[in-house]
Antibody, heavy 117, light 106 residues
């Protein structure tokens, strides 16, 4: 069955870089697109960006200058890197499958990231 | 960016009630609208895609409708397990989400 699982540090210092990994199983990254979505505590959802099945990427314009999404298809992993972190980047970070013409149908459990010194 | 506004932000209803949640887009999104249910401590779950298509495994008491800028999620008979926060999301352009409607039991 399709599964996604996020991993990464729970605590990041302000101004530092966040690195997260989404490990997928039950699907191929060469025929599936994966998005990163985040949710600050008690707040709504924000789409961050997507890596398409062809390896191309698109980003939320609000954070585009700080964000990079990449993948290693051989390891079935998608990576998120975001620099210059601030306290407002404290959130639960999710990866989710992003099929064309539908919604985000499979989600990881999420990883909580706190930005604090 | 397309802004999505959900109303109400909090809704109290009784088991068995018919419940309607609203979502309004800042411009025409041509039915490219999804609905998600998020229970406390869990990832969101896709309920409805493309306005009115029921995701596999979702109970038929959930339905969606709408067009243009105005969309609705209806629960025909509220069950205790439906207590959650519901989000709409448009994908006519880069995805954006509504602020959510928290549904609680009266």
């Amino acid at each position: 069955q399709v599964q996604l699982k996020e991993s990464g540090p729970g605590l990041v210092q302000p101004s530092q870089t966040l690195s997260l990994t989404c490990t997928v199983s039950g699907l191929s990254l060469t025929s599936n697109s994966v998005s990163w979505i985040r949710q600050p505590p008690g707040k709504g959802l924000e789409w961050m960006g997507v890596i398409w099945s062809n390896g191309g990427t698109d980003y939320n314009s609000a954070i585009k200058s700080r964000l990079s999404i990449s993948r290693d298809t051989s390891k079935s992993q998608v990576f998120l890197k975001m620099n210059s972190l601030q306290t407002e980047d404290t959130a639960m970070y999710f990866c989710a499958r992003n099929p064309t013409g539908s919604g985000f149908d499979y989600w990881g459990q999420g990883v909580m990231v706190t930005v604090s010194s | 960016d397309i802004q999505m506004t959900q109303s109400p932000s909090l809704l109290s209803a009784s088991v068995g009630d018919r419940v309607t949640l609203s979502c309004k887009a800042s411009q025409n999104i041509y039915k490219y609208l999804n609905w998600y249910q998020q229970k406390l401590g869990e990832a969101p779950k896709l309920l409805i895609y493309y306005t009115n298509s029921l995701q596999t495994g979702i109970p038929s008491r959930f339905s969606g409708s709408g067009s243009g800028t105005d969309y609705t999620l209806t629960i025909s008979s509220l069950q205790p397990e439906d207590v959650a926060t519901y989000f709409c999301q448009q994908y006519n352009s880069w995805p954006t989400f509504g602020g959510g409607t928290k549904l609680e039991l009266k």
